[in-house]
């Protein structure tokens, strides 16, 4: 990985490192039809409608939503190429599975 791609990663994973947007983010990516208003995320919060606003466009600055006005809401969606990427650079190349490695129960438990 690159010092330029590492800079892009980085800025996604501190977007993801605040847990309202990650509930945000995984509030639109699962909501029905592939979008959602921000008049149905707000109320899932126990935030001002200002302060949702700025979660979500920290997802948007990082590249993980896409979105658009319409009247008076905005309406969100996931944008799955930013995902896949994320994807992507957590799966273990083809033929990893037999490199050597520690398991959870290991690496976790007191020595003998």
Same mark, same amino acid.
């Given at each position: 990985?690159?010092?330029?791609?590492?800079?892009?990663?980085? =800025?996604?994973?501190?977007?993801?490192?605040?847990?309202?947007?990650?509930?945000?983010?995984?509030?639109?990516?699962?909501?029905?039809?592939?979008?959602?208003?921000?008049?149905?995320?707000?109320?899932?919060? &126990?935030?001002?409608?200002?302060?949702?606003?700025?979660?979500?466009?920290?997802?948007?600055?990082?590249?993980?939503?896409?979105?658009?006005? =319409?009247?008076?809401?905005?309406?969100?969606?996931?944008?799955?190429?930013?995902?896949? =990427?994320?994807?992507?650079?957590?799966?273990?190349?083809?033929?990893?599975? &037999?490199?050597?490695?520690?398991?959870?129960a290991d690496a976790t438990e007191a020595p003998a």
């Open positions: 990985m690159g010092g330029e791609e590492a800079v892009e990663l980085s =800025r996604v994973f501190k977007a993801l490192g605040d847990p309202v947007r990650l509930r945000l983010l995984s509030m639109i990516a699962s909501h029905d039809g592939g979008e959602v208003c921000v008049c149905d995320l707000t109320p899932a919060f &126990d935030l001002t409608q200002p302060t949702i606003s700025h979660h979500l466009k920290q997802l948007r600055q990082a590249g993980l939503i896409g979105s658009e006005r =319409r009247g008076t809401w905005v309406y969100y969606w996931l944008l799955p190429e930013a995902t896949d =990427r994320l994807a992507a650079l957590f799966t273990r190349p083809v033929g990893s599975a &037999d490199a050597p490695h520690v398991q959870a």
